[in-house]
T-cell receptor, first 111, second 114 residues
Framework: QKEVEQDPGPLSVPEGAIVSLNCTYSNSAFQYFMWYRQYSRKGPELLMYTYSSGNKEDGRFTAQVDKSSKYISLFIRDSQPSDSATYLCAMNLQGAQKLVFGQGTRLTINP | NAGVMQNPRHLVRRRGQEARLRCSPMKGHSHVYWYRQLPEEGLKFMVYLQKENIIDESGMPKERFSAEFPKEGPSILRIQQVVRGDSAAYFC????????????FGPGTRLTVL
């Protein structure tokens, strides 16, 4: 079993829809949770970074962490074609520098 | 304010040759991380370095791979005697000294082994 599980998709939604992206993990010691966006043939770009459980909002993006269920989510409101990319969740332990990534979900927003 | 820089962006090697990948961190960042992304897979941690020190190399293959971050100059990931299975995208990330969870990635080097 992988430490971090993420549905690879692909996920295709119409422009303007609310998108929900999710990851589950097995190590309850993970404390920090990130979401990265990666356009084709580019490096990952840090979108959101949260610590422990709760919600964090940044513009059209909301990150949620439910540590009791070992489940994290990224919501994208009013999705745009420019949001089409692969979204990677990542997490790490307190005091540890290495990030553990999910496989990534490929998202397409159709105009 | 330049981001993380990596070169070359594309590298083609024949089996048995050496590959050298270079990474210059963002200004003010003293921590460097290397990750590998195989086709259709997520990124896998390889090594974490600070200037002149390897801090965590738990993700590095035991043979043929080495990394350094000298006092002056870029970080280098070196792969000796490359094999076809080394074909992947190699990403470097950097972070400030006290915010290691905020890792900023470079554009990657795509290595193809013929």
């Amino acid at each position: 079993q992988k430490e971090v599980e993420q549905d690879p998709g692909p996920l295709s939604v119409p422009e303007g829809a609310i998108v929900s992206l999710n990851c589950t993990y097995s190590n309850s010691a993970f404390q920090y949770f990130m979401w990265y966006r990666q356009y084709s043939r580019k490096g990952p770009e840090l979108l959101m970074y949260t610590y422990s459980s709760g919600n964090k909002e940044d513009g059209r993006f909301t990150a949620q962490v439910d540590k009791s269920s070992k489940y994290i989510s990224l919501f994208i409101r009013d999705s745009q074609p420019s949001d089409s990319a692969t979204y990677l969740c990542a997490m790490n332990l307190q005091g540890a520098q290495k990030l553990v990534f999910g496989q990534g979900t490929r998202l397409t927003i159709n105009p | 304010n330049a981001g993380v820089m990596q070169n070359p962006r594309h590298l083609v090697r024949r089996r048995g040759q050496e590959a050298r990948l270079r990474c210059s961190p963002m200004k003010g960042h003293s921590h460097v991380y290397w990750y590998r992304q195989l086709p259709e897979e997520g990124l896998k941690f390889m090594v974490y370095l600070q200037k002149e020190n390897i801090i965590d190399e738990s993700g590095m293959p035991k043979e043929r791979f080495s990394a350094e971050f000298p006092k002056e100059g870029p970080s280098i990931l070196r792969i000796q005697q490359v094999v076809r299975g080394d074909s992947a995208a190699y990403f470097c990330a950097s972070s400030p000294p006290t915010l290691y969870n905020e890792q900023f990635f470079g554009p990657g080097t795509r290595l193809t082994v013929l």
